[in-house]
Structures are given as structure tokens and as C-alpha cells.
């Protein structure tokens, strides 16, 4: 992982700068997982196992879409590419963040600003998708990444909600799993949570009624019926489940 040197992006400033938006390991792509977020379940659990990480600073829990078993791989990763169908918001976003300046005539006296990491592999000074017009307007590439991170922002609010609803309802619990490697070996994928199904199913139709008026309900079958790709996943490295 490179360092991270945050700018708000400036037409002036950084009219010269372009973004490679291709995927590999050189440009930070090897990744074991990355957060996701409810609104994207349905195109995630086409691709990838949904679990869900508890951050160890803040003790807070987030999905997340899992993309290899040890830290630092990335299955999905090829010499063309990466390999599926779809790729997670958190990924695509990269090298943009947004942030924030002081505005009081903004809600809680902050306004979003779009944010560029110039340490970050994907920005470059030769070539990749512009980000600025010769006359400083934005072009279609950072149009869509403006729109990729408002999504992401609401994302992350959609996440406070989620995970509020699920920790009220006992529904996350721990997951392990043993992987026994071709050479024999073993491999234990540890340190997540899933879905606590037996919880799930044993809720009543007032509390089922409430996370489908949120939107939840969806996604959470969604997140258990992602667990089917694990094993395709764990087939990518070559090995089978113990």
C-alpha cells in the first residue's frame, strides 16, 4: 500500500494529471477484500462471498466483498485484468476520496469536496483518462467518478443503518473456515462475520417487515446466498474445503 497525499482536486493545479484505470498488482489491485455496501448486494453476490469486518480501532462493522484467502491476494487478478463481472464501488473509486472543508451553509458546517491521492499508482503525468478539459472543465471520466463517489456516500450511511439493524437483531455472528491446500497444508479464513441464519429465520414478521421497509431485507438474503461463492473462489487458488 502506498501513502496517501490527499488534494482537493483543482482544475488549475491538476489539469495535467490523468488516472490508468486498468487492474493489476502495481497499481494496488492486490487486495483480499474490499468494503462494500447494500445498494451493490445484488451485482457483489453474482461475484464474490459477502462478508462482513469489524475494524479493529473503531469496532465497527462494514461488508465487505472477499477476493482471496491470505492477505494481500487477489484471486479475480489476471496478466488482462481483473476477471469477473463486476468490480466493487470501493474499488473503481480509487485514486478519489471525498472530503470535506469548513461551510457553514452546508449541513453540520461541511462541504464535500472531491479529493485526489497523488501518491496513488492509478495517477499519472503521461497518459491515462483525463480528468480536465483544456478550458478546466471536468471531463466524462471525473463526471462519473463524482457520481461513483456520491454513491459511495451514501453508502456509507446506508452501512450505519444496516449494521445497526443486524447487531439489534443478533444477527451477525462469526465465521471460519479450514482450506486444505494441494501440498497438503492448511489454511484457516478467520477474523469475519456472516449472516446468523438460524437468527434470520427465527424473526418475527413485525421485525422481517421493518428491515424490508428499509431496504435490508433484500440485501441480507443477498449476503447469504453470496456464501455459494466461496467455494469457486477457493477453487481459483487451486484447493479444496476440509
Same mark, same amino acid.
Given at each position: 500500500?502506498?501513502?496517501?497525499?490527499?488534494?482537493?482536486?483543482?482544475?488549475?493545479?491538476?489539469?495535467?494529471? !490523468?488516472?490508468?484505470?486498468?487492474?493489476?498488482?502495481? $497499481?494496488? *489491485? +492486490?487486495?483480499?477484500?474490499?468494503?462494500?455496501? %447494500? &445498494?451493490?448486494?445484488?451485482?457483489?453476490?453474482?461475484?464474490?462471498?459477502?462478508?462482513?469486518?469489524?475494524?479493529?480501532?473503531?469496532?465497527?462493522?462494514?461488508?465487505?466483498?472477499?477476493? !482471496?484467502?491470505?492477505?494481500?491476494?487477489?484471486?479475480? $487478478?489476471? *496478466? +488482462?485484468?481483473?476477471?469477473?463481472?463486476?468490480? %466493487? &464501488?470501493?474499488?473503481?473509486?480509487?485514486?478519489?476520496?471525498?472530503?470535506?472543508?469548513?461551510?457553514?451553509?452546508?449541513?453540520?458546517?461541511?462541504?464535500?469536496?472531491?479529493?485526489?491521492?497523488?501518491?496513488?499508482?492509478?495517477?499519472?503525468?503521461?497518459?491515462?483518462?483525463?480528468?480536465?478539459?483544456?478550458?478546466?472543465?471536468?471531463?466524462?471520466?471525473?463526471?462519473?467518478?463524482?457520481?461513483?463517489?456520491?454513491?459511495?456516500?451514501?453508502?456509507?450511511?446506508?452501512?450505519?443503518?444496516?449494521?445497526?439493524?443486524?447487531?439489534?437483531?443478533?444477527?451477525?455472528?462469526?465465521?471460519?473456515?479450514?482450506?486444505?491446500?494441494?501440498?497438503?497444508?492448511?489454511?484457516?479464513?478467520?477474523?469475519?462475520?456472516?449472516?446468523?441464519?438460524?437468527?434470520?429465520?427465527?424473526?418475527?414478521?413485525?421485525?422481517?417487515?421493518?428491515?424490508?421497509?428499509?431496504?435490508?431485507?433484500?440485501?441480507?438474503?443477498?449476503?447469504?446466498?453470496?456464501?455459494?461463492?466461496?467455494?469457486?473462489?477457493?477453487?481459483?487458488?487451486?484447493?479444496?474445503?476440509?
Amino acid at each position: 500500500m502506498t501513502a496517501q497525499n490527499f488534494q482537493i482536486l483543482n482544475a488549475e493545479k491538476h489539469q495535467q494529471l !490523468g488516472v490508468i484505470t486498468t487492474y493489476s498488482p502495481q $497499481l494496488g *489491485d +492486490s487486495v483480499m477484500y474490499s468494503p462494500t455496501f %447494500p &445498494m451493490e448486494f445484488r451485482d457483489i453476490q453474482s461475484c464474490y462471498p459477502i462478508f462482513f469486518c469489524k475494524d479493529p480501532d473503531s469496532g465497527q462493522f462494514y461488508p465487505a466483498a472477499l477476493f !482471496g484467502l491470505e492477505k494481500g491476494e487477489n484471486l479475480f $487478478l489476471t *496478466d +488482462s485484468g481483473w476477471d469477473a463481472s463486476y468490480i %466493487p &464501488m470501493m474499488v473503481r473509486r480509487h485514486p478519489f476520496l471525498i472530503g470535506f472543508q469548513n461551510d457553514e451553509s452546508y449541513p453540520e458546517g461541511k462541504k464535500p469536496v472531491v479529493s485526489i491521492d497523488l501518491d496513488h499508482p492509478r495517477v499519472s503525468n503521461v497518459g491515462g483518462e483525463i480528468l480536465f478539459s483544456e478550458n478546466g472543465g471536468s471531463s466524462d471520466y471525473l463526471k462519473q467518478s463524482m457520481v461513483l463517489l456520491e454513491s459511495i456516500h451514501q453508502g456509507h450511511e446506508q452501512n450505519k443503518v444496516l449494521i445497526e439493524m443486524l447487531l439489534e437483531h443478533s444477527l451477525l455472528e462469526e465465521f471460519a473456515v479450514e482450506v486444505t491446500l494441494r501440498d497438503g497444508s492448511l489454511k484457516r479464513l478467520s477474523g469475519f462475520y456472516t449472516i446468523a441464519e438460524e437468527n434470520l429465520y427465527a424473526l418475527s414478521g413485525d421485525v422481517l417487515g421493518a428491515l424490508n421497509e428499509k431496504g435490508f431485507l433484500q440485501a441480507i438474503f443477498m449476503a447469504v446466498a453470496s456464501l455459494s461463492r466461496l467455494r469457486p473462489l477457493v477453487e481459483k487458488k487451486t484447493v479444496i474445503i476440509s
